[in-house]
């Protein structure tokens, strides 16, 4: 079993986890989160004023896969995350050491 942790833009979160319904996920969670890199320090504007924005937005993409369908699952998180420009995100994989717990 292993673990999935990505941090797409959100105006792909939904075409990454289109990608995702043709692997067996075991278990997963999405969620909002707010992002610190390279992209940091960028002014917006909004309502006539300028602001610093140096979390942006960012969704968070957290999946169990069995460990045979790792590389397809990368494969379809890479295939539609990626923009080509700064901040397209991260993916953090690890390996699930117990899997099996009682209750």
């Known amino acids: 079993m292993t673990f999935i942790k990505a941090l797409v833009k959100p105006f792909r979160a939904q ?8 692997i067996e996920i075991v278990g997963g969670t999405v969620r909002e989160a707010m992002g ?8 917006h504007r909004y309502l006539g004023s300028e602001y610093d ?4 937005p960012k969704v ?8 045979q369908d790792v590389p ?7 295939g539609q995350a990626r923009t ?8 953090l994989v ?5 899997t099996h717990v009682s209750w």
């Open 15 to 22: 075409a990454v986890l289109s990608a995702l319904t043709e």
């Open 36 to 43: 610190y890199g390279r992209q940091k320090n960028r002014l």
């Open 53 to 56: 924005a140096s979390f942006l």
């Open 60 to 67: 968070e993409i957290t999946l169990f896969v069995n460990d």
């Open 72 to 78: 397809a699952a990368l494969k379809a998180i890479v």
């Open 84 to 91: 080509g420009r700064i901040g397209d995100g991260k993916i």
């Open 94 to 98: 690890l390996p699930c050491l117990d």
